[in-house]
Every structure is written in C-alpha cells, then in structure tokens.
C-alpha cells in the first residue's frame, strides 16, 4: 500500500526527470528524410474481410520517392481464400476456382514538398519503483519531409464469385442458374486517383553521446475509383457453358464506381501497417472491404550519381 511519503518521492523524482529531459539538447547528425528514398515492405500477413473476398495471404509492396513524383508498386495473393473454400463442397460449376490476388501499379505528383519537422520520443532509461515502472524519454522535433500530392495508377484483382441464395442468375441463353450452379470467377481492372498525405522520416539525432535512428514513415490516401474493364467468366455445367455477363435478369449485376481510404506506416523502422476501407468496383451491392497487412519494412537511401 503506498503511503503520502511514497507517492511524493515519485512525484519529485518525476518532476526532476521531465525538467532534466526538458534540459537536454540534441542536435542533427544524418538526415536523409529529403533525400531519394526507396522503401520495401515484406507483406507476412495479409487479412481482407468483405464481399470480395474473405481470406489471409501474404504479399510485397515497394515505393519510391524522387523529386517532385513518386512510383508505387504491390502485389498480394492468399493461401487461404474463405470464399473458395466454402464453395468447393457445393459449387456445381466445373469452373477451377482460384484464391484471391490483387496488383497495384501507380504514382504520385508532389504538389507540396518540404522539409519540416515532427514530434518523436527518444527513449533514454527506464527505473523501477515501488508500484510500477517509469520510463524516461526525451521529446525531440525529428527532421521529416511532408508531401501532398496527387495520387493516381491502375489496380487488377481477382476473386471468387457466386449468386446469392435469394437471386438465382439467369444466362444470356435463359437458363436460370442456382446458387450451387454459379461458382465462377470476377476480374476487375480498376483506375484510381485521389490525394496522399505523406510524411517521410530517416534521421540519426545524438544527445549527450547516445544515437538515435528515426525512419519513420505515413502515407494516408483517399481515392476515387472507376472500373473500365470487369469480366466475370462463363460457367461451366456439363457440357454447357452459359453467359452470365450483363446486369439484372440478365446475369451479374456489376458496379463499376467504388472509393477507398488507405494508410501506411513504419512504426520507427520495425513493422510496417497497411490499412484501407471502402468499396470495389464489382458486383453490386458487394463491395465493402476493409483489409489489413502486416510486415517487415526496409529503407534504403537512393545515392543518385
């Protein structure tokens, strides 16, 4: 039980602390946050959740930033996929179903791009006392390049597709579908473009002999998107095969308009986050998703000759 005695001293040796950390100078000693920066994200767990698809998979993203543009790249794919997993003891259709994938290729132009500065703790000790610990840090405004550019490029993903249980689909020809007969596959080539918000950080700062490295990274984007091209292919029963292209009556019904909110981030160069929400362009009515990636990044200095 901690008596009035206790809790002063940890007040005073808290009060201490803060007005010695607050005391602390630190200064510069690399700073590469401007600099041509290539980062590489090893994707270990990928989790999507929706009406596209619902799975775990893995994948790999890499971007890169230049002067006033900057190039994205990723690609994912699951070893396990909800959705096909499901269908296979039911689906009629003699269509091979394949696993959930997706690839982006694409780029920014910088409409803002400055060096400024952000806010981040130094740890520096840590002390134990009688009920709990207290960890010392020194608050330090870490150089960093902000960016606010146009965000645009292309998108493909795949993923199986079946009718609803209260919408039996019918093929070009007339013939009515059920849901057992409809397991097939969706392709969907969609554009984005839209605004990315991006703070870049990769700095070394020193204070009293101790070093720290910051690369810290965030990219937040919201986009718009359009699907010129969908194609959901043919299904196989027998010796059949039926058109299911079209909207309504006359197969599934597509959607080719969706939008997205997106972000990444390295937490101080030890795990990467990627996070969106939104809907795909697809089929209509189901393309809310919300996914999320897991990984280890990499951030390498570009020295331009």
Not at 235 to 247: A, E, K, L, P, R
Request: glycine share 10%.
């Amino acid at each position: 039980m901690l008596n009035f005695k206790t809790i002063f001293a940890v007040i005073v040796i808290v009060a201490s602390h803060v007005v010695k950390a607050q005391s602390v100078t630190y200064s510069v000693k690399e700073d590469d946050s401007k600099s041509p920066n290539l980062m590489i994200n090893a994707s270990l767990v990928d989790f999507n959740m929706g009406m596209p698809t619902l799975s775990l998979g893995c994948g790999a993203d890499a971007d890169l930033y230049m002067g006033r543009f900057s190039f994205e790249g990723n690609f994912h794919v699951t070893y396990w996929d909800g959705k096909k997993s499901i269908m296979k003891g039911t689906n009629e259709s003699l269509n091979k179903l394949k696993n959930y994938s997706s690839f982006r290729l694409g780029g920014r132009f910088h409409l803002m791009d400055k060096a400024g500065t952000h806010k981040m703790k130094a740890n520096v000790s840590t002390e134990y006392i009688t009920g709990g610990t207290i960890t010392h840090y020194i608050p330090m405004k870490v150089p960093c390049r902000s960016i606010i550019a146009l965000h645009f490029g292309l998108e493909h993903y795949n993923t199986v597709v079946k009718s609803k249980r209260d919408a039996i689909i019918t093929a070009k020809d007339g013939t009515k579908l059920s849901e057992w007969q409809s397991g097939t596959n969706l392709k969907v080539t969609m554009l984005y473009g839209g605004f990315s918000f991006v703070k870049i950080m990769k700095t070394k700062m020193t204070s009293g002999g101790d070093t720290w490295n910051f690369n810290w990274y965030r990219h937040i984007y919201i986009d718009a998107l359009f699907a010129p091209l969908m194609n959901v292919q043919n299904i196989m029963t027998g010796t059949q095969s039926y058109v299911v292209q079209g909207t309504g009556t006359t197969g599934f019904e597509k959607s080719a308009i969706g939008a997205r909110f997106g972000m990444n981030m390295v937490s101080k160069g030890k795990m990467s986050v990627r996070y969106e929400i939104g809907i795909l362009p697809g089929l209509a009515g189901r393309g809310f998703f919300t996914q999320a990636s897991f990984g280890i990044p990499i951030v390498k200095h570009i020295k331009l000759k």
